[in-house]
């Protein structure tokens, strides 16, 4: 019988592919379009000075579609961990999926579709009540609001504090990320020596240049099976 030591400092970097299950699309799938346009061509600052008015359609219909989504069983697994050992999320997701889990350190890199932005300098954020937002709609300090989303061509703010988590981990598990985006992508060749790493994607094996354990499987069969391994009565 072969035993798995349980993590206790675990990190978590998650992608699309991980609200996959709760029916949101993933950015790379089938055909990647939005009527007809590349997310490139929505999700970028120029996008937004040239056509606002598309860029608030395309969030207020991902933010919609949110809205009705729940969290899967994966999401479930994660935020039940965190009762037994440190569970660090760091989400590239812009869905509040892992938070309505019951997850509670959840680190986002692109943004949250669920709050606004402010355009003026102090750029405060907001949670949003509904899924709209309009042309018309202000903060309180009367800046127009956009979306609070790391753009394409934009910094990512939490991307040293995602750093350091990641150094800190003594096991990392990635989940449904194609891992083409940087500097995100990099955070799962970041881990200390010897630091074990569990890939979690259908396409595991073929995307797993990190050395990982690969799961070449759903997000919620990789955790299930995953749980079973730390925390269930019969270890594998
Ligand atoms: P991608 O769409 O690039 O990759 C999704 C990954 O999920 C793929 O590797 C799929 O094989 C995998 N997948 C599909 N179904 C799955 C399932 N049920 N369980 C587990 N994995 C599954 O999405 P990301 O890598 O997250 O940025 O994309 C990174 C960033 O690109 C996003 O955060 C977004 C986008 O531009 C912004 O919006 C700023």
């Known amino acids: ?77 994660l935020a039940h961990w965190q009762a037994k050992i440190s569970v660090k999320i760091i989400t590239q997701n812009v869905d509040d999926l892992h938070e309505r889990a019951g997850s509670k350190d959840v680190l986002h890199l692109h943004g949250e579709l669920m709050k606004s932005r402010s355009c003026g300098p102090n750029e405060t954020t907001r ?18 609001i956009r979306p609070h989303i790391v753009w394409f061509g934009e910094a990512v703010p939490n991307m040293s504090t995602a750093m350091e988590l990641v150094k800190s981990a003594d096991c990392l598990v990635v989940i449904g990320t194609s891992l083409q ?24 094996n073929s995307l797993n240049q990190m050395g990982a354990e690969a799961w070449p499987m759903k997000a919620s069969e990789g955790l299930k099976k995953l749980d079973n391994r730390w925390f269930g009565s019969d270890q594998c």
């Open 181 to 204: 985006v940087y500097p995100a992508a990099q955070l799962a060749f970041e881990t200390g020596a010897d630091v074990p790493i569990h890939l979690i994607d259908p396409d595991a």
């Open 1 to 77: 019988m072969v035993t798995y030591t349980r993590p206790e400092r675990l990190v978590v970097l998650t992608g699309a592919g991980m609200s996959a299950e709760s029916g949101i699309e993933t950015f790379r799938g089938a055909n990647g379009l939005w009527e007809g346009h590349r997310l490139e061509e929505v999700a970028t600052p120029e996008a937004w000075r040239r056509q606002p008015d598309l860029v608030r359609r395309f969030y207020n219909e991902r933010r919609r579609n949110l809205m009705h989504s729940l969290p899967n069983a994966g999401h479930e697994i």
């Open 127 to 144: 949670r949003m009540k509904g899924w709209e937002m309009t042309a018309h709609d202000r903060c309180p300090d009367g800046f127009q």
